[in-house]
């Protein structure tokens, strides 16, 4: 385990990017191979592997039952309808 707080903060960093990229890979809307390859992954970690799931949040320190909230959020386009919601507001 990490030694100091810098130490402490870069392994909750690193978890945390693995988290963002499953996110992003898990909301791929393109149509590669590649991208749609890492999709499948993502949505095959969340429904078959819920312990390691589980373990890669506790080690970004993040709560596991929100994180797969935002995962569904995420899929959906929620933020990114609400993105385009905000800019609309903020524009007029």
């Not at 903060?9 to 690193?14: P, S």
């Not at 970004?60 to 959020?73: L, Q, Y």
Request: charged residues 40%.
């Amino acid at each position: 385990m990490p030694e100091d707080s810098n130490d402490i903060a870069n392994h909750y960093n690193l978890w945390r990017a693995v988290l963002d990229q499953a996110v992003q890979d898990y909301s791929y809307k393109g149509t590669s191979k590649d991208g749609l390859k890492h999709k499948e992954e993502v949505e095959k970690w969340l429904a078959y592997k819920e312990e390691e799931f589980k373990y890669v949040c506790d080690l970004a320190s993040v709560d596991h039952t929100r994180a797969r909230k935002e995962f569904e959020k995420y899929k959906k386009g929620e933020y990114e309808n609400n993105r385009k919601i905000f800019r609309a507001i903020s524009k007029g």
